[in-house]
């Protein structure tokens, strides 16, 4: 059982930047694809980013593409996403999730393992 553990939310203006990270529990955590996704008020949960187990590959949602980039460090069982040239409607909140060897895919369903989530908000 993976446990995720999301940390580095809060408030920030538009233009900032912010990091996020993602601890997990699992030893093994090297063999797991991370994802991030962020949820708004009233909508559907979606993609931000991805990085394979290896961390040969990253995939972006397209409307962070450019300000967004997920990393992980393996040693630390920790993946991040920082977040530059915030914009209001960056604000949700932002989820840690892990498939085991999988690809970086888009789809929920495809990730197995999901934290509590933290709170971004980015005002204006």
């Known amino acids: 059982q993976v446990q995720l553990v999301e940390s580095g939310g809060g408030l920030v203006q538009a233009g900032g930047s912010r990091r996020l990270s993602c601890a997990a529990s699992?030893?093994?955590?090297?063999?797991?694809?991370m994802g991030w996704f962020r949820q708004a008020p009233g909508k559907e949960r979606e993609f931000v980013a991805a990085?394979?187990?290896?961390?040969?590959?990253?995939r972006y949602a397209d409307s962070v593409k450019g300000r967004f980039t997920i990393s992980r460090d393996n040693a630390k069982n920790t993946v991040y996403l920082q977040m530059n040239s915030l914009k209001p409607e960056d604000t949700a909140v932002y989820y840690c999730?892990?498939?085991?060897?999988?690809?970086?895919?888009?789809?929920?369903?495809?990730?197995?393992?999901w934290g509590q989530g933290t709170q971004v908000t980015v005002s204006s």
């Open positions: 990085i394979l187990w290896s961390g040969g590959s990253t």
């Open positions: 999730a892990a498939q085991k060897w999988g690809g970086t895919s888009p789809r929920l369903n495809e990730y197995g393992y």
């Open positions: 699992e030893r093994t955590f090297s063999s797991y694809t």
